[in-house]
């Protein structure tokens, strides 16, 4: 490789990194030395994949004094970790951090990368990270920040990931100069907070050696990265009450959604509204839900039903005791959220009876 030796190239990273550093609550004070809570790094880890650290820090205080060991997580119930991650999103990130608990209670903490590696949910990234900032391993973490950082230092052309191996050759004795911790972590803060997609070239302490700024390169290195087209679906978000109980489908065994109990939804484009209000129905405005890969245009319904009938294959009824216990995720925790507040009768809304009918009820079981 081409590339100046990267202990030199990277040594202003460490004393920027100690001026500027932010206080957050799973980093270690000292950070010479082993972290003093292994298991606070891979929680943490986990709750950052694809979160801000805003969003996490309040997630991860609540989390640690509910479960505060890797053995208390272990022997949670699913729906009570399911719960203290509802909001967060990534719910396979969940199960993942209390299967790997699961793991280490029982068996400890891995002795190299390769075991780290081997706990569920730890792919490389997740593993190095854990390594350099729990145990001062010269494991290289390279996250979508990093990897910024890099190909702009670097001048890497095209998808700076391409060039994963090489960058994990050439990290290590970096790492071992300036502390696996320490410079993990400033690289992860320098792209974070400076080297953004838009960067800030005045207040990095690396410009002066950076290609793609010496080149006034920085806004096409890395390349942006071409995102797959988004479905949009149109649903009804229906919230089925009867004699003190609403209807819901259980948490799947797999899926995005495992873990989680869900509000039954409708296609809108196949089932017709009527016009004029319903007094079985309440409504309140929609929303857009953004996911990855799709987009839900939501109405959220509130349909008040006289009497109960048997839930079919696929629902069950759960009381409005049990329902502000349960793990939603963020679409359906807001339609719970909203059953609290008045909403009003739609104008324009499907008929109550053709609701339960998609849904597979029959006047007969509903006593319609």
Known sequence: MPWPASAD???????????VRRDLPWRAQDLNAPHADPYAVLVSELMLQQTQVATVVPY????????????????????????????LGYYRRARFLKAAATVVAARGWPADLAGLAELPGLGPYTA???????????????DGNAFRVLARLLLIEGDPRERAVDLRAWLPSALRAHGPSRLTQALMELGATTCQATPACGRCPLADRCEAHRQERTREIPPVAKRA???TAVLWLLALEAEGRYLLHPPAARGLLAGLWRWPTLDANTL????????ALRAWPGWTQVYTHRREAVSPLHL?????????????????????????????????DLL?????????????AALLEV???????TGG
């Open 272 to 279: 017709d509204a009527t016009t004029g209000p319903t007094s």
């Open 60 to 87: 991860f205080l609540r989390w640690m004094d509910r479960f505060p060991t890797p053995k208390a997580l272990a022997v949670a119930d699913e729906d009570s970790v399911h719960k203290a991650w509802e909001g």
């Open 128 to 142: 190095a990270a854990v390594g350099a900032l729990a145990f001062q391993w010269p494991t290289p973490a390279l």
């Open 359 to 365: 849904l597979g009820f029959t006047d007969s079981q």
């Open 9 to 19: 190239l990277l040594a202003p990273l460490a004393p920027w990194f100690d001026g």
């Open 229 to 231: 087209p988004q479905h």
């Open 304 to 336: 008040q039903w006289d009497r109960s009938f048997p839930a079919p294959e696929g629902l069950l009824w759960v009381t409005c005791a049990e329902l502000g216990a349960l793990p939603l995720g963020k679409r359906d925790q807001r339609l719970r």
């Open 340 to 352: 609290a507040t008045p909403g009003e009768h739609p104008l324009t809304a499907p008929d109550p």
